[in-house]
């Protein structure tokens, strides 16, 4: 499985972007995909997660109201809609896949497959 992260960039503080995660290789559909964040000198962290069926999902506090995962599992694809952007934000963002499917992972090694990340740097 391949993951391939893209839509990261440089925005102002309130703004808003979108992070695509495509996937190939493997039965998309079947795994549940989380988005991580990392900051310099920060542990890698999960901030969203999706079900395989799109039915459940899971925020860290840190990005509730503000961040919406969704997938489309046709175009084998997760996203993660960012809206209100902070300077605390700024981050790599990873996608990943934990090929178990059965609930919500939380722990970063519940996920066998990664995305290279993608630079999310929000200006103040």
């Known amino acids: 499985v391949q993951l391939q992260a893209s839509g990261g960039g440089l925005v102002q503080a309130g703004g808003s972007l979108r992070l695509s995660c495509a996937a190939s290789?493997?039965?998309?559909?079947?795994?549940?995909m989380g988005w991580f964040r990392q900051a310099p000198g920060k542990e890698r962290e999960l901030i969203a997660a999706?079900?395989?069926?799109?039915?459940?999902?899971y925020y860290a506090d840190s990005v509730k109201g503000r961040f919406t995962i969704s997938r489309d599992n046709a175009k084998n694809t997760v996203y993660l809609q960012m809206n209100s952007l902070k300077p605390e934000d700024t981050a790599v963002y990873y996608c990943?896949?934990?090929?178990?499917?059965?609930?919500?992972?939380?722990?970063?090694?519940?996920?066998?497959?990664w995305g290279q990340g993608t630079q999310v740097t929000v200006s103040s």
């Open positions: 990943a896949a934990d090929s178990y499917g059965v609930g919500i992972p939380r722990r970063i090694y519940d996920y066998d497959y």
């Open positions: 290789g493997g039965t998309f559909s079947s795994y549940v």
């Open positions: 999706i079900s395989w069926n799109g039915d459940t999902t």
